[in-house]
């Protein structure tokens, strides 16, 4: 069975780091694109960020600068370091794993809530 775990999220006050995680298991995601999305209610779901097996990072232009995505060795298990976040980054946040185009399959995490607010 595939699943998407995450784990990281929290209350921050503005100006603070959470590191989100996502271990994702049930199949070899090493050739998966792992991503993280976000999605606040009533808006539709937009990328954060973005890693390819190859390492090769997406970031979204408004967190550039504040958030880094990687993955380990395993290739499994992906990260995304939040930095200087501000309120507008409260939002739930989904990690993903794309197969596509080498496998038609797309996995969801439940999502993890992260609050910024003083």
């Known amino acids: 069975q595939v699943q998407l775990v995450e784990s990281g999220g929290g209350l921050v006050q503005p100006g603070g780091a959470l590191r989100l995680s996502c271990a994702a298991s049930g199949r070899d995601f090493s050739n998966f694109v792992m991503a993280w999305y976000r999605q606040a209610p009533g808006k539709a779901r937009e990328l954060v960020a973005a890693?390819?097996?190859?390492?090769?990072?997406n970031l979204a232009a408004y967190v550039k600068g504040r958030f880094t995505i990687s993955r380990d060795s395993g290739k499994s298990t992906v990260y995304l370091q939040m930095n200087s976040l501000k309120p507008d980054d409260t939002n739930v946040y989904y990690c993903s794993a794309d197969g596509r185009p080498h496998v038609a399959e797309v996995y969801w995490g439940q999502g993890t809530q992260v609050t910024v607010s003083s």
């Open positions: 890693i390819t097996s190859d390492g090769f990072t």
